[in-house]
């Protein structure tokens, strides 16, 4: 969507403030020897005390109210009570839901407990590569300008991105225009971000894979190559300058 009134983006500040609250209490929430299930129930919880709903269960269908995927896992990990958590996983939650006809959407990647796997290196450069790919937005600017500094940024500490998962438009729905904002270039991708547009900006950042394969039980992704893979991802407002990141606290990045 594009902001065009006041109201749009007190809207749209209001529900990405949601999600950012049900992300940041999720991840403190979960812990070794809970499910899954446990975890997204209790988001389940935080987004109905707002009155918000879950994005992918409106839009899709999801079997889950957030997606939480564990190590291999790329995206889309259904909620299980038959997945455990255990000390050292690389666990990503992807939350993103609907409050008063807005939409926000909001994922990070984080060590549970001890890193004993050694991905700590991977999660933070997911986190710094978005904040370098947002700080690099403004109207204007080619959206596969910032596909190629992603790709970029990865290849300097040895990692790779997945080619086929991309951030979105957001705003009136959970998908919108423009779509396939990559984490590569497309040389032939002409278009700019518009100023006052909302998109949603996610890194897809792996060890080894390029492509995400669905699984059988048509929801889960993991690489064509196996490994692991950080993602980390804002709704933000594109401005002249910086842009407003509507789901982090006071608009800008902490």
Request: net charge neutral.
């Amino acid at each position: 969507m594009s902001i065009s009134k006041e109201s749009e983006l007190l809207g749209m500040a209001k529900i990405g403030e949601v999600v950012a609250i049900t992300l940041k209490k999720m991840q403190a929430y979960a812990k070794p020897g809970m499910t899954t299930k446990e975890l997204d129930d209790f988001g389940a919880g935080i987004l109905a005390a707002y009155g918000a709903k879950s994005a992918p269960a409106l839009s899709y269908g999801f079997p889950g109210c957030t997606c939480i995927s564990i190590n291999s896992e790329i995206a889309h990990g259904i909620p299980s009570p038959a997945c455990v958590l255990q000390e050292g996983d690389l666990v990503n939650i992807d939350v993103s839901a609907e409050l008063n006809g807005f939409w926000a959407d909001n994922g990070g990647s984080f060590i549970l407990g001890k890193d004993v796997q050694g991905k700590a290196h991977l999660i933070n450069t997911s986190k710094r590569i978005l904040q370098l790919a947002i700080n690099h937005i403004k109207g204007g600017v080619r959206i596969s300008d910032i596909g190629e500094l992603i790709e970029k940024e990865a290849k300097k500490e040895g990692y790779k991105v997945i080619k086929n998962l991309a951030g979105h438009g957001i705003g009136r729905s959970l998908h919108e225009e423009p779509d396939n904002i990559l984490n590569y270039k497309d040389r032939f991708d002409r278009r700019r971000f518009k100023k006052n547009s909302v998109v949603a900006i996610e890194t897809f950042i792996t060890t080894a894979s390029t492509l995400a394969i669905e699984q059988a039980d048509g929801w889960t992704l993991v690489g064509n190559k196996g490994g692991y893979a950080a993602q980390h991802e804002h709704t933000i407002v594109v401005t002249d300058g910086k842009p407003l990141i509507l789901t982090a606290k006071n608009g800008v990045w902490n």
